[in-house]
């Protein structure tokens, strides 16, 4: 098994076939988009290929280290960062293929119209522990 | 024959067996632990041998186990002094050790999320699995959170008097926390607050119990079958539970008749008129509005500000409610989802679609981020046509 990371991004990723903003949806299509979301965590929970999904808010900041004694340094947040995580889901699957066809389903989450959004999603696999035969 | 262990009867009895153990001379972090112990130990026995008296077999099996853990740490350390020593008679005063455990496990040396987690197993007698299913962290975490907690009111004399207030807001945390795993948050602070509420005579200790029963009440209704929010307005009155509703307003009016008003009342006599409306519309927004200004009195909040420009909207028209908002912080949580409901009200429909869209960006969770955007598209939806 191997696990992955599913990355949504609010912005940074190219644009979806179907790209229109949310706010600008029926709202009946954001119902159904949710559920669908809702109901594709439920069958990766019942295939035992599920691990866990968070979603982030769109504010945050950088933060690094200043020296001994003195407060971090913050920086933002920002108005227009090039990349913006949405949130993630993380899978544990067989293979790299089933990773792939994971992310196509939930890409094809429903938007505007009840047509599936084509969203973009980063694909990103784990490095996990070192193998007990290392060979 | 095995029968199912009253989990709650067990669970009530855990503050007093604690207390018992403290005042017969253990230490406070041994004794909780022995007592979680004991607990666990009953889980496993009762179902096939329950006792003819539980409290009686809790304290028993605690105070061996908490000699056990005293021996054994004693002769590592070649001290044998204490342990050997015959129970002191069991104490007539149990009730206050309760009073005393609740005070201990919200300490104000506490942070607000280890007094939660301390209050719970202590006094809520959870197993530490349970509080970590709850928050959803590892077990581990939890259990460190716990010992940790432990380590800091160690040295806090039992008898010391504390403080009600902060016991208050251990409980309004656990409560707000709702439900999330296999554990009722919400249930469970009632619980604690209805046992608190016989161990010592106070106001806002029934104003809290009132606000949580009324608040409660209203659980089955806030949740459309498909997961989303429904709103105060649009909620099915007819699934408030009316048991809840009554002994809320009970609790209430007999804490309002001492006239020691704090916020918990106020909040409550809020959630009381909401209760007492047979529709959204014969709410008594005036009497809201009043009870808003006696919590801006009592807090100073800006949160408070922030909801009471809500009713104002409601009694006097959107205008006045927007006045109502001026001078509040817009950066405040929710302010966004305020100013687009009164503008709404105003018919100002492009601008509460906007401000709709921007309150869901700004959203604390993602059922409340849901309903926002769909009252944005609702709108938007309805001016493009």
Not at chain 2, 114 to 127: C, E, F, M, P, Y
Request: negative net charge.
């Amino acid at each position: 098994m191997a696990k992955y990371l599913l990355l949504k991004h609010y912005r940074g990723a190219p644009a979806a076939v179907n790209d229109v903003p949310m706010d600008r949806w029926t709202p009946e299509e954001i119902t159904a988009h949710v559920q669908y979301m809702e109901d594709f965590a439920t069958r990766l929970e019942e295939t035992g290929e599920f691990v866990d999904s968070q979603a982030l808010a769109p504010e945050g900041m950088f933060v690094r280290y200043d020296g001994e004694g003195r407060q971090p340094v913050t920086d933002g947040p920002f108005a227009e960062t090039k990349d913006l995580i949405a949130g993630w889901m993380v899978i544990d699957v067989d293979s790299h293929e089933r990773a792939i066809e994971l992310a196509g389903e939930l890409s094809a989450a429903p938007g505007a119209g009840g047509e599936p959004i084509h969203e973009w999603l980063e694909l990103r696999p784990f490095l996990g522990a070192p193998p007990t035969i290392a060979g | 024959m095995t029968t199912r262990v009253d989990e709650a009867l067990l669970r009530s009895l855990t503050p007093s067996v604690l207390g018992v153990l403290v005042r017969r001379g253990a230490d406070f972090a041994t004794a909780e632990d022995a007592v979680q112990d004991a607990l666990v130990e009953a889980l496993r026995v009762w179902p096939g041998d329950p006792p003819r008296d539980p409290k009686g077999w809790l304290i028993t099996v605690a105070w061996r186990r908490f000699l056990d853990a005293t021996r054994a740490d004693a002769a590592r350390r070649r001290r044998e002094d204490l342990t050997d020593a015959e129970p002191a008679p069991l104490p007539a005063h149990s009730v206050d050790d309760t009073l005393q455990l609740y005070l201990l496990c919200a300490h104000p040396s506490l942070t607000p999320s280890s007094a939660v987690a301390l209050t719970l197993r202590a006094v809520g007698g959870l197993t530490t699995r349970q509080i970590a299913q709850a928050y959803l962290v590892p077990e581990a975490t939890m259990a460190q959170r716990i010992s940790r907690a432990k380590r800091t009111v160690s040295g806090v004399s039992f008898d010391q008097p504390g403080d009600v207030a902060t016991v208050l807001r251990v409980l309004y945390l656990v409560f707000n926390e709702g439900y999330s795993g296999d554990v009722d948050l919400a249930a469970e602070a009632i619980r604690l607050t209805r046992q608190l509420a016989a161990t010592i005579d106070h106001p806002e200790v029934a104003g809290l119990l009132a606000l949580m029963l009324l608040h409660h009440a209203r659980r089955a209704a806030r949740t459309a079958p498909d997961g989303s929010l429904v709103p105060l307005a649009q909620q099915d009155r007819g699934r408030w539970d009316t048991e809840s509703i009554a002994e809320g307003v009970e609790i209430l009016q007999a804490a309002l008749a001492r006239d020691r008003l704090g916020e918990f009342q106020a909040q409550a006599a809020i959630a009381a008129l909401h209760a007492d409306a047979p529709t959204a519309e014969e709410t008594d927004w005036v009497q809201i509005v009043e009870w808003y200004d006696e919590l801006v009195r009592l807090t100073d909040s800006p949160v408070v500000r922030l909801n009471r420009a809500v009713a104002v909207g409601e009694a006097d028209g959107a205008r006045a409610g927007l006045a109502a908002l001026a001078g509040l912080d817009v950066s405040l949580p929710r302010y966004a989802a305020v100013s687009a409901y009164l503008h709404e009200g105003l018919g100002d429909l492009a601008e509460a679609a906007r401000l709709y869209a921007k309150a869901a960006q700004g959203a604390p969770n993602l059922p409340e981020r849901d309903h926002l955007m769909r009252q944005a598209a609702r709108l938007n939806a309805h001016r493009d046509r």
